[in-house]
């Protein structure tokens, strides 16, 4: 099983140089202090910052200096900040390559429930839905389990839709997946020390198992 930390590890393995990319709110902003140094890329936030850096130590926290999760963050040099809506310009306009999720349930259609429970206050939808609909390449980080054991990779989404056929790859503590285009989660590597077998117990949704499924490669 990997922890968030993990999660984030892998994913930053997913990105490419030159692309710009949105993190989400939870694991998704752990991605920024384990992007390869040889890898060149910007990172968004949708309340008006471009040139996310790492998280700061103690030591330089500004806590004027926050991303959409009102988390404090560093700058990179040549970083900018503008006005929101310019920001949300940018993601519907396409020019984000990738954008990073986490998810309270994903469909085997790729459909994302991230941002509310019904009965719960939410403080709002945020960026969210406007990602998920101009982004073309999603990547979402999440558990494959929730809490009480039950599978949050499911035939159908039972929570408010966040996007409809929009998640291309999912990364969980126990594996990396692919959404196919017919439906269906295929799945590519498992979590160390993950069978494939726990891997089809946790999962609702239709799995894809094709030959010998290899462990991840942690950095």
Not at 40 to 51: A, D, T
Not at 79 to 106: K, Q, Y
Not at 171 to 195: C, S
Request: hydrophobic letters at 45%; charged letters at 20%; proline letters at 5%.
């Amino acid at each position: 099983m990997l922890d968030k930390i993990g999660i984030a590890k892998r994913i930053a393995q997913e990105v490419r140089n030159g692309w710009y990319i949105n993190l989400g709110i939870g694991i998704p902003t752990l991605v920024a202090n384990y992007i390869p140094d040889n890898i060149n890329v910007v990172l968004q936030s949708e309340n008006g910052l471009l040139g996310i850096g790492p998280f700061p130590s103690e030591q330089n926290i500004d806590a004027d200096l926050i991303n959409a999760g009102k988390q404090t963050v560093t700058m990179m040099p040549g970083s900018a900040l503008f006005n929101s809506a310019d920001s949300f310009g940018m993601i519907r306009g396409g020019h984000v390559d990738l954008t990073i999720l986490g998810a309270m349930e994903v469909s085997e259609n790729g459909d994302i429930a991230n941002w509310k429970i019904p009965g719960k206050m939410v403080k709002g939808m945020g960026g969210a839905m406007d990602l998920v609909a101009s982004a073309e390449n999603i990547i979402v980080a999440m558990q494959h389990k929730s809490r009480d054991g039950q599978s949050k990779l499911l035939k159908n989404c039972s929570l408010p839709i966040t996007g409809i056929k929009c998640v291309k790859k999912i990364i969980t503590d126990m594996a990396v997946l692919d959404v196919l285009p017919e439906g269906g989660f295929k799945l590519l590597e498992r979590a160390p020390g993950v069978t494939v077998d726990e891997i089809k117990a946790a999962t609702e949704g239709k799995l894809v198992v094709e030959g010998d499924i290899p462990e991840m490669v942690i950095g």
